[in-house]
């Protein structure tokens, strides 16, 4: 059974480049969250996607998106790339129901470290 | 809104001596509560969960956490520690609406480090 994957593990940009992060969820899993986890913090929220739209925010701006495909995986994109983008940025999955057997775990991926230079 | 408080960024420990990480949270409505290691380089792993069940939460590598409601507290504790536990630690809360989990919010982190 596959976890989360994700793409690619390290890349390095310039300031204003772009950048498009790819992830496929645990198998079972419908739904793809993506957290921001700076040096020495905790993993922010970004967004969260599931049916292929993007079901709830945290406070990040425009210049980060995402998709989410058929096939449940997911990609985020940031525009025109800031030195304070530098950071790891995890992939989650989960189910998108909290019953007896689903508890709002999320399982996380080794993610994407980007540094921006 | 919730919101977590992880006391002390870092704990060291002798290899052998009780583990007790600490915990406050803040929520609005009954929180479902996590505890998150994270190994060097890599993503996080559930160690374990409180889900308003029984409110003394065991999980893996011999953790376990207790739900205080009176003290919005969710404490990570275990007996002795090993080499092998070094590592960082996250507390996280999730705000879940509806039967859906939307998104966890998370503590700063504390690193452990074990002495031998």
């Known amino acids: 059974d596959a976890g989360v994957t994700q793409s690619p593990t390290h890349l390095i940009k310039t300031r204003g480049q772009q950048v498009t992060l790819r992830c496929s969820p645990k198998s079972g899993h419908d739904t793809v969250s993506w957290y921001q986890q700076a040096l020495g913090q905790g993993p922010q929220f970004i967004f969260q996607?599931?049916?292929?739209?993007?079901?709830q925010r945290g406070n990040f701006p425009d210049r980060f998106s995402g998709h989410q495909f058929p096939n449940y995986s997911s990609e985020l994109n940031v525009n025109a790339l800031l030195l304070g983008d530098s950071a790891l940025y995890l992939c989650a999955s989960s189910s998108p129901r909290v019953d007896g057997n689903n508890t709002g775990e999320l399982f996380f991926g080794e993610g994407s470290r980007l540094t921006v230079l | 809104a919730q919101s977590v408080t992880q006391l002390g960024s870092h704990v060291s420990v002798s290899e052998g001596a009780l583990v007790l990480l600490r915990c406050n949270y803040s929520s609005s409505v009954p929180p479902y509560l996590f505890w998150y290691v994270q190994y060097p380089n890599q993503g996080l792993q559930l160690l374990l969960k409180y889900t308003s069940a029984a409110t003394l939460v065991k999980g893996i590598n011999g953790f376990e956490a207790e739900f205080k409601k009176s003290e919005t507290s969710f404490h990570l504790t275990k007996p002795s520690a090993h080499m092998s536990d070094a590592a960082e630690y996250f507390c996280a809360v999730s705000l879940v609406s509806g039967g859906s989990n939307y998104k966890l919010t998370f503590g700063k982190g504390t690193l452990l480090t074990v002495n031998p």
């Open positions: 996607y599931y049916e292929e739209e993007e079901r």
